[in-house]
């Protein structure tokens, strides 16, 4: 499967603290997106990040791109309640007019 | 704003009923697509469709149909409803260039399908 897989499947941490997801994949990309989704709702774009760049800033996020480990990660800096949601990587593979999504990491945000 | 709309948030249906999901876009996208997202499995692809009248199947296309006369509208057919494919589905749509460019893709809010 060309499916990306999110790592961990669930994170809990206290407000203000950073929380850190990682997304693998198995084949060569185009690019990398960043999706969120709140519970029972549609997924909304965070970030995008092409095959040649290796960082990028978006406000409290922060995404890195490793391709030579086929491997990304979304950083969340000052966490707050309202970032309690589900996080999916998608990938965009080279021929595909498609994204493929991962499984998701189920981040909870405690007061 | 974009706007992807999914005609019924929560359906109830019978077994063996034709089911239709039916969903437009406001946005003048070539692309649309539907997706089912279980838990633990996260989000697998149907359908999806680049032009009018243009369908490709996506990773689980088995049970399911899909319609697109014009192109704002993206219908998602279930032609005898299981209770396996009770489930939900998001509906979202991208423009052209998917492939070249990266484009972000916009979802509904998803229609909540339960088979009884």
């Known amino acids: 499967s060309q499916q990306g897989e999110e790592d961990p499947q669930a994170l809990s941490i206290q407000e203000g603290e950073n929380a850190t997801m990682n997304c693998s994949y198995k084949?060569?990309?185009?690019?990398l997106q960043w999706y969120r989704q709140n519970s029972g709702r549609g997924l909304v774009h965070l970030i995008l990040i092409r095959s040649n760049e290796r960082e990028k800033h978006s406000g409290r996020l922060r995404v890195t791109l490793d391709t030579s480990k086929k491997s990304s990660s979304l950083l969340i800096t000052a966490s707050r309640a309202a970032d309690t949601a589900s996080y999916f990587c998608a990938t965009d593979f080279w021929g595909a007019q498609k994204l493929v999504f991962g499984q998701g990491t189920r981040l909870t945000i405690n007061p | 704003d974009v706007k992807v709309t999914q005609s019924s948030r929560y359906l109830v249906k019978r077994t063996g009923e034709k089911v239709f999901l039916e969903c437009v876009q406001d946005?003048?996208?070539?692309?649309m697509f539907w997706y089912r997202q279980d838990p633990g499995l996260g989000l697998r692809l149907i359908y999806f469709?680049?032009?009018?009248?243009?369908?490709e199947k996506g990773d689980i296309p088995e049970g399911y149909s899909v319609s697109r006369e014009k192109k704002e509208r993206f219908s998602l057919i279930l032609e005898s409803a299981s209770t396996n494919q009770t489930s939900m589905y998001l509906c979202a749509s991208s423009p052209r260039g998917l492939r070249k460019s990266g484009n972000t893709i916009y979802f509904g809010e998803g229609s909540w399908l339960t088979v009884v």
């Open positions: 469709s680049y032009d009018v009248k243009m369908k």
């Open positions: 946005m003048d996208h070539e692309n």
């Open positions: 084949t060569s990309i185009n690019n």
